[in-house]
């Protein structure tokens, strides 16, 4: 994640800045589905995992 922050902060030009916060939004939403699995409660964590990946593809 500490590569995405540092093409966001630094990248060359705006579309890499771009594709990095997808990167981050991307690996955000897979650590939920874990976070979930690993505290048993899989069915909320997917679904916040769900509203996260749809906000992260709109904005």
Not at 16 to 23: F, I, K, S, T
Request: aromatic share 12%; charged share 10%.
């Amino acid at each position: 994640m500490l590569p995405a922050l540092y093409r966001v902060a630094v990248g060359p030009t705006s579309f890499d800045r771009l594709v990095a916060v997808n990167v981050i939004g991307t690996k955000t939403a897979v650590l939920l589905v874990v976070i979930g699995t690993l505290f048993g409660r899989l069915d909320m964590f997917v679904d916040f995992a769900l509203a996260y990946a749809l906000l992260n593809f709109v904005a």
